[in-house]
């Protein structure tokens, strides 16, 4: 664990001396909550805006990245479908996390993830995501995304071209419309699961268990 | 006062709103036709809105981090309800008083202030540098806006924007931008920061800062944001309609002067790139003051 993260005391404007412990006082370590869908019918109005403003988040890691600049571009221009960028994970809605992680990265990814707030998708790019692609048997990345959050599309290819992510984007607004877009839920629901098979990963856990 | 003029203020509010957020997806679309895209749905502001407030989890950082929104909002709301919005309408005329030119300056700076403190109170390192360039590009456009306004309430010996427009009724010759064009040029570079298009959008500054003061707001909170990023602009759009365009007598007349007017900070956004944060409040502080100054001289 850093320096910065473990208990100490410091003596306060006062004089007091008082504990800090940065881990429980900086963060919240609330779990997260499962957010049961309400009326059916307000629910379905609810998903077609969802499905309809798409605001990305993009993380990029190596190739995946450069093919995702295209869509901004007016060969490809995803602006028309509703898909916009969105600097910050707190107003972001999709997660598209572009190519293989290292456990470094994986750490970020988890993070950023957490931070986003319900209901919230996950698109997977490329092979790297899938089975590990052509990194399956490096010594630092993972192989299956889906093992440390859940996924709701994965678009297969090293790397896709921007006309697939495209596609993939359609694909995830069907399944937001048709009601099955509760990845955030399902991660809620399998919490446990999930952490035990990140911290199997990252060995120098330095955060809370839960960070939003 | 009477309680009819409750309703009357909110379906100022309501047709304000809905004709900013029109406003919003056709500028944005005609920004991507320039880019030669093909640019987002007009309507796609209005989902946005939605999506926000279906969002079914929401965080906080405290008291403040809820109210800043809401302060955005009321500055937003504060600057339309207090100027007439159609000149000579029982219905329309809203609460202008003797004194509402006063009032209806600080209100451009009401909004900011709230949202410094709920940004304060996020604590992310954006939000602070986006808030505290913010107030520095206000203070700086602040000068020769008000030198402008001061010049026009001296022209016209009234602090009230009812009398004003009033004034400048019977054709295009009597509007202040024909009889006083020092003010109103110094007035219309004023606008260009506050309506916070390149080449001043230091306060976004999507770029650097990725979003600046609005970093930590997500869900509702956000929504109530975007509510008056829709209503702000047009009342700021009406506002300098009202002082230097001689008002409008009706919706068709208002629609046509405030969307030719919004044209101005558009075409300069599209063709110039951004400042940088020095370069903004420096130039607000040559130029456009020294205009400014000639103004209140010259009257």
């Known amino acids: 664990m850093k320096e910065d993260f473990k208990k100490r005391t410091v003596i306060s404007p006062e004089g007091k001396p008082i504990e800090i412990d940065p881990l429980k006082d900086y963060f919240s370590d609330a779990k997260p909550k499962v957010y049961k ?3 059916p019918v307000i629910e379905k109005f609810a998903n077609w805006a969802r499905a309809n403003s798409l605001w990305v988040l993009g993380f990029g890691t190596g ?5 995702m600049r295209p869509l901004m571009t007016p060969r490809f221009d995803a602006y028309r479908y509703g898909i916009q960028w969105r600097p910050t994970p707190r107003q ?3 997660f598209v996390v572009s190519g293989y992680l290292s456990v470094k990265t994986l750490k970020r990814v988890v993070r950023t993830y957490e931070q986003m707030q319900n209901p919230k998708f996950v698109i997977a790019l490329g092979s790297c995501t899938i089975n590990g692609g052509m990194y399956w048997d490096s010594y630092n990345t993972i192989n299956r995304l889906d093992q440390y959050m859940p996924v709701d599309v994965y678009i297969a290819g090293c790397m896709p071209r921007p006309e697939s992510l495209l596609a993939g984007f359609e694909k995830l607004k069907t399944i ?3 009601g099955r877009g509760e990845g955030a839920n399902t991660y809620a629901e399998k919490f446990d699961w999930y952490k035990a098979n990140q ?5 120098d856990w330095d955060m809370p268990d839960y960070n939003w | 006062m009477e309680f ?3 309703g009357y203020a909110l379906l100022t509010i309501f047709i304000v709103l809905n004709y900013g957020l029109i406003l919003q997806g056709v500028v944005r679309k005609i920004g991507a036709r320039v880019g030669r895209r093909y640019g987002i749905r007009w309507y796609q502001p209005y989902i946005d809105i939605i999506k926000n407030y279906a969002k079914r989890s929401t965080i906080t950082h405290g008291v403040m981090f809820y109210i800043a929104p809401v302060f955005r909002l009321t500055g937003g709301i504060g600057l339309l309800l207090f100027m007439p919005v159609i000149f000579g309408s029982d219905i329309f005329g809203n609460f202008s008083f003797a004194g509402d030119l006063v009032l209806v300056l600080y209100f451009q700076f009401f909004g900011i202030l709230g949202m410094a403190l709920g940004a304060a109170e996020s604590g992310h390192p954006y939000s602070a540098i986006g808030i505290s360039r913010g107030l520095s590009q206000v203070t700086s456009f602040e000068l020769p806006l008000t030198l402008g306004v001061l010049a026009v309430a001296m022209q016209y010996q009234t602090l009230n924007i009812t009398e004003i427009v009033a004034a400048q009724q019977g054709g295009f010759m009597n509007w202040t931008i024909i009889t006083n064009p020092f003010a109103a040029i110094a007035m219309l570079i004023a606008f260009l920061g506050a309506m916070g298009r390149s080449p001043f959008d230091v306060v976004l500054a999507p770029q650097e800062i990725p979003i600046g003061p609005p970093t930590e707001f ?4 956000l929504g109530v944001l975007q509510l008056n990023r829709a209503i702000f602009p047009a009342a700021k759009l009406i506002l300098f309609m009202n002082l230097l365009f001689g008002g409008a007598t009706n919706w068709a007349e208002l629609i046509l002067k405030t969307f030719l007017i919004y044209m101005w900070p558009v075409f300069v956004g599209t063709v110039f790139p951004r400042f ?8 607000f502080l040559t130029v456009p003051l020294i205009i400014g100054i000639i103004a209140i001289i010259l009257i």
């Open chain 1, 37 to 39: 869908p309400g009326n």
């Open chain 1, 63 to 67: 190739c995946g990245a450069i093919e």
């Open chain 1, 92 to 94: 972001a809605s999709v």
């Open chain 1, 176 to 178: 937001i419309k048709e």
């Open chain 1, 199 to 203: 911290k199997k990963i990252i060995k």
């Open chain 2, 4 to 6: 009819k003029n409750i």
């Open chain 2, 218 to 221: 997500q869900s509702g909170l």
């Open chain 2, 276 to 283: 940088r944060v020095d370069q903004s409040i420096r130039w």
